[in-house]
């Protein structure tokens, strides 16, 4: 008899990204990563889950973002 799970919802940290230089000239690679973080143009934000495959997307376009704490 397998055990069910608890329902409470665990809050996982977030974070907000926002778009603050342009991708234009940029490494194809991290114009790539912007996109998944799903951000299209300048001032465009995103609210994102801090999961480690998310922070080191960060990390590889920091130069182009602006990263709070959500």
């Known amino acids: 008899m397998a055990t069910a799970k608890s329902s409470k919802a665990t809050t996982a940290p977030q974070v907000k990204v926002t778009l603050i230089k342009s991708m234009a000239g940029q490494l194809k690679s991290h114009q790539a990563t912007v996109r998944g973080l ?31 704490n959500a």
């Open 38 to 68: 799903g951000l299209r143009r300048i001032r465009d934000s995103a609210l994102l889950v801090a999961t480690p495959e998310v922070n080191g997307m960060l990390r590889s376009a920091h130069h182009l973002l602006k990263v709070e």
